[in-house]
């Protein structure tokens, strides 16, 4: 059974209430699982989707005692799949599928949940990585004739902002309901990873009228900049050009640049997870494989503006200990990782060791 067993954490983290985990809500009962899943804030209640065998998986909310089905969207035991939450004007916007418009955008005001656009009329535009940018909300979504493009909401009515591919998709679709953004501002403008047709997938820029290709950083294919973050004035991110695997870039406003090669060749590091912390970005990356010799695997890394480092070899050698879930709290860098004897456990590190 997976029932919301973290909540209690959750809540103990933003009151500083000092508590074990505890069973919340059992809103599947044994042996099933709900998979609670998309937690989001919204009216000072914890909104996600969980699956029920009557109702699929749905859109439910917890207001710190009880737990609460906020609208069976399709009706019945099929899913609707709601995913991408994001707050924009006072409601809450997401995906969901109410098995009869597709997978299109929705919102609820806190009363009542109700489909906004069905940006394509023919299956499933799939709505993902809102960002409210110039008082608007952006996103990629697929109208089902341009492909998946940079599409615009203004709280009234949903618009293409931008077909930068004009015979087919510019812009990738994320691994699940539940990813990382792949839109960013920086320097009042949206960046993110699109391809033209001619340039393969690419930086490019948007400043609310025009679109801009940033750098060709892969002359001789994609770059496909990923897990964008804005650090020390500039905007880091994963890519790899021609020589180098996925590695570690950064754009200043002006150029693209390699930060460090953490596993040299054409091999990549993997980076990802990154997280401001004390003046330094930290992150998780491996900067050996097997074939390499004496390296590390997936370990935590941290950069200062001029230097990158290996804050601490936690499952030593080769092995990984894959740090994940790197959260903030009381000062203090808190995450998931598995050193090779007690398995997933929870570190935290004050910006000098782990403690």
Do not use: C
Not at 143 to 167: M, V
Not at 318 to 344: C, E, R, V, W
Request: proline residues 4%.
């Amino acid at each position: 059974m997976k029932p919301l067993y973290f909540i209690v954490l959750f809540i103990a983290f933003h009151t500083g209430i000092q508590a074990q985990a505890s069973l919340v809500a059992d809103i599947e009962t044994y042996p099933l699982g709900s998979y609670p899943t998309g937690f989001t804030i919204y009216n000072n209640e914890l909104y996600f989707s969980a699956k029920t065998e009557l109702l699929g998986g749905e859109l439910w909310k917890y207001d710190g005692t009880t737990e609460q089905l906020v609208k069976d969207i399709n009706m019945g035991s099929d899913p609707s799949y709601p995913g991408y939450f994001f707050n924009y004007k006072g409601d809450l916007y997401f995906s969901a599928d109410d098995g009869t418009n597709g997978q299109e955008l929705w919102k609820h005001d806190g009363t009542s949940t109700y489909l906004v656009a069905d940006i394509n009329p023919n299956g499933s535009s799939n709505p993902e990585g809102f960002i409210i940018y110039n008082d608007t909300l952006y996103f990629s979504a697929d109208d089902g004739t341009n492909g998946r493009e940079l599409w615009k909401y203004d709280g009234t009515a949903a618009s293409l902002a931008a077909d930068i591919n004009p015979t087919g998709s510019s812009l990738l679709a994320s691994a699940g309901l539940y990813g990382a953004n792949s839109i960013i501002i920086y320097n009042n403008t949206l960046y993110f990873s699109a391809d033209d047709g001619i340039n393969g997938q690419e930086l490019w820029m948007y400043d609310g009228i025009n679109t801009t290709l940033v750098a060709d950083i892969n002359p001789n294919g994609n770059s496909s900049p990923s897990n964008y973050i804005v650090y020390k004035d500039s905007l880091y991110f994963v890519a790899e050009d021609s020589i180098h695997g996925k590695e570690f870039w950064k754009y200043n406003g002006s150029q693209a640049t390699l930060v460090a090669d953490i596993l040299p060749g054409h091999y990549h590091s993997y980076l990802d997870n990154f997280i401001i912390y004390k003046n330094n970005l930290y992150f998780t990356a491996s900067d050996g494989i097997i074939f390499t010799g004496p390296h590390h695997g997936k370990e935590l890394w941290k950069y200062n503006g001029d230097s990158i480092s290996i804050v601490a070899d936690i499952n030593l050698g080769m092995p990984s200990s894959n740090p994940k879930n790197l959260t903030i709290f009381n000062d203090t860098l808190f995450f998931t990782a598995d050193d090779g004897i007690n398995g997933p456990s929870f570190f935290k590190y004050d910006g000098d060791s782990l403690i």
